[in-house]
């Protein structure tokens, strides 16, 4: 059975790049700069450097991997990614690029699953939790707030790229729009919650002095205009007619949010109490 998270985001990269994520498109009009961007505002906002050792849900190909190794020179690394497939090509990737060891730590599989957690953090446990553009596709947030906090070094802090509803009233018609593209999406209702809320859900967790700082027009409005350009280039024209119509779907349903003001896109970084872990 072929798997909802796939390969089919590497088709729009250039050379041997593999993202997957919406992009921050403020300074970048090709795919994989834009997703790289995105990757390294998180990676500030979470101070990663040469001390961190990071667990990164939701890893995709591998790409941000790499960047958290070979451009803030973290000290460990480890995470779980629901894709078998964009496990095993994040594998490959480290393998090539001299990181073999990083795998051991690398798994398939659902980043609520408290028994992945146990196996990666029995020995060491992360200062850093990292969820680049996929939270909002967790089963359940809730849990893996609860589990991030849990497990968390001292002083240890979690990012993330996420989704928000804003706290706009919405008409019957724009929310049956909006639970019809969520399940669509693979998208769980219940992780749709306003900013206020988010923050309510991270404090009640373990975690304090949450950060929430609101990019939707770099990313949503600049994904969407960077695909309506995409989709007449020559490549754009090669994908398949799979791809083109669900990232054309995407492309106008968050035009569509962003103009209705029920979605916002933001980034968002918090601290674990000490008393947590």
Same mark, same amino acid.
């Given at each position: 059975?072929?798997? $909802?998270?796939?390969?089919?985001?590497?088709?729009?990269?250039?050379? *041997?790049?593999?993202?997957?994520?919406?992009?921050?498109?403020? *300074?970048? +009009?090709? =795919?994989?700069?834009?997703?790289?961007?995105?990757?390294?505002?998180?990676?500030?906002?979470?101070?990663?450097?040469?001390?961190?050792?990071?667990?990164?849900? @939701?890893? @995709?190909? @591998? *790409?941000?991997?790499?960047?958290?190794?070979?451009?803030?020179?973290?000290?460990?690394?480890?995470?779980?990614? $629901?894709?078998?497939?964009?496990?095993?090509?994040?594998?490959?990737?480290?393998?090539?690029?001299?990181?073999?060891? *990083?795998?051991?730590?690398?798994?398939?599989?659902?980043?609520?699953?408290?028994?992945?957690?146990?196996?990666?953090?029995?020995?060491?446990?992360?200062?850093?939790?990292?969820?680049?553009?996929?939270?909002?596709?967790?089963?359940?947030?809730?849990?893996?707030?609860?589990?991030?906090?849990?497990?968390?070094?001292?002083?240890?802090?979690?990012?993330?790229?996420?989704?928000?509803?804003?706290?706009?009233?919405?008409?019957?018609?724009?929310?049956?729009?909006?639970?019809?593209?969520?399940?669509?999406?693979?998208?769980?209702?219940?992780?749709?919650?306003?900013?206020?809320?988010?923050?309510?859900?991270?404090?009640?967790?373990?975690?304090? +002095?949450?950060?929430?700082?609101?990019?939707?027009?770099?990313?949503?409005?600049?994904?969407? +205009?960077?695909?309506?350009?995409?989709?007449?280039?020559?490549?754009?024209?090669?994908?398949?007619?799979?791809?083109?119509?669900?990232?054309?779907?995407?492309?106008?349903?968050?035009?569509?949010? =962003?103009?209705?003001?029920?979605?916002?896109?933001?980034?968002?970084?918090?601290?674990?109490?000490?008393?947590?872990?």
């Amino acid at each position: 059975m072929s798997e $909802f998270h796939d390969l089919a985001e590497v088709a729009l990269n250039e050379e *041997d790049a593999s993202w997957g994520n919406l992009g921050y498109w403020a *300074d970048h +009009r090709d =795919y994989s700069g834009a997703c790289r961007a995105l990757a390294m505002l998180l990676g500030d906002a979470l101070r990663l450097d040469k001390n961190s050792v990071a667990m990164d849900l @939701g890893f @995709g190909c @591998g *790409d941000q991997l790499l960047l958290w190794r070979e451009h803030y020179g973290i000290a460990g690394l480890s995470g779980v990614n $629901f894709s078998q497939s964009q496990t095993e090509m994040a594998h490959e990737k480290l393998c090539a690029a001299g990181f073999p060891e *990083d795998t051991e730590k690398l798994l398939a599989g659902d980043a609520t699953d408290s028994a992945h957690w146990n196996r990666i953090c029995s020995k060491t446990k992360p200062n850093c939790v990292v969820a680049l553009d996929c939270a909002y596709h967790f089963s359940n947030r809730k849990k893996l707030f609860a589990l991030a906090a849990e497990n968390l070094q001292a002083g240890g802090r979690i990012g993330l790229t996420d989704l928000f509803l804003s706290d706009n009233q919405q008409s019957f018609t724009d929310r049956w729009i909006l639970e019809a593209m969520l399940k669509l999406s693979r998208i769980p209702a219940l992780n749709m919650v306003t900013r206020t809320q988010y923050a309510d859900q991270l404090q009640r967790a373990g975690f304090e +002095r949450v950060e929430v700082r609101d990019i939707s027009e770099d990313v949503t409005i600049g994904f969407a +205009r960077w695909w309506r350009e995409y989709r007449r280039s020559p490549a754009g024209q090669k994908l398949p007619l799979r791809s083109r119509l669900k990232y054309a779907v995407t492309a106008r349903f968050l035009t569509w949010a =962003y103009r209705k003001n029920i979605l916002r896109y933001c980034i968002v970084t918090a601290n674990v109490l000490d008393d947590c872990v």
